[in-house]
């Protein structure tokens, strides 16, 4: 069955240190986003990406944070200078086509970013 | 601000009994509800999504819709220890673009033999 891949499983970063972190969205899928669940929290939107631009960030999405999809497969997520604060598992997702009604969003293993 | 609010449990069942999930949602206007099951430690999986108002059945999983009362549930029949991990209920609101879901704080649900 298809699946949406992240890696690294687990990065340890020091605080104003950059991390990319790199998502495989499933092969046919068309749209892609960053969601992250701070420990004990929601699972909140960060960005979606379609057609090689961003369609929508959210307020936790600042200048810090970038998207990429530098090769047909993969999907990167970069966070400038890291703060204490963006300690989180941080979710890639996947969709196809989005019909009138929805469609399916898939998401990945996961990264759980920890910030010392 | 749009808010999704769950039970934030824990809801025990015994097991083959009927697990009942409650989802409340505050934009009126939103379009589709999406049930995610998500396991200690791991990514949410998606269990189904329903957008049109009335029942939807997927195996021993059915969601409900009520916009009128801004309300969207999930049962679980036949409950098995399996089942047992945090529920969470996603919306996408009328103004957001598709794959912006507004999550819920998600409802425990344990299974007990």
């Known amino acids: 069955e298809p699946e949406v891949t992240q890696t690294p499983s687990h990065q340890v970063t020091q605080m104003g240190q950059e991390v990319i972190l790199r998502c495989v969205p499933i092969?046919?899928?068309?749209?892609f986003y960053w969601y992250r669940q701070i420990l004990g929290q929601k699972v909140e939107f960060l960005v979606s990406?379609?057609?090689?631009?961003?369609?929508?960030k959210s307020e936790i999405f600042d200048d810090q944070f970038s998207v990429e999809r530098p090769d047909g497969s993969n999907f990167t997520l970069k966070i400038r200078s890291t703060k204490l604060e963006d300690s989180a598992m941080y979710f890639c997702?996947?969709?196809?086509?989005?019909?009138?009604?929805?469609?399916?969003?898939?998401f990945g293993q996961g990264t759980r970013l920890t910030v010392v | 601000q749009k808010e999704v609010e769950q039970n934030s449990g824990p809801l025990s069942v015994p097991e083959g009994a009927i697990a009942s999930l409650n989802c409340t949602y505050s934009?009126?206007?939103?379009?589709?509800f999406f049930w995610y099951r998500q396991y200690s430690g791991k990514s949410p999986e998606l269990i189904m999504f329903?957008?049109?108002?009335g029942d939807k059945e997927d195996g021993r999983f059915t969601a409900q819709l009520n916009k009128a009362s801004q309300y969207v549930s999930l049962l679980i029949r036949d409950s098995q220890p399996s089942d047992s991990a945090t529920y969470l209920c996603?919306?996408?609101?009328?103004?957001?673009?598709?794959?912006?879901?507004?999550f819920g704080a998600g409802t425990q649900v344990v299974v007990t033999p």
């Open positions: 990406f379609y057609n090689n631009e961003i369609s929508e």
């Open positions: 934009d009126r206007g939103s379009q589709s």
């Open positions: 092969s046919n899928h068309l749209y």
């Open positions: 329903i957008y049109s108002n």
């Open positions: 996603a919306v996408k609101g009328r103004d957001d673009s598709w794959g912006k879901f507004q």
């Open positions: 997702a996947s969709s196809s086509i989005w019909t009138a009604d929805g469609t399916e969003a898939f």
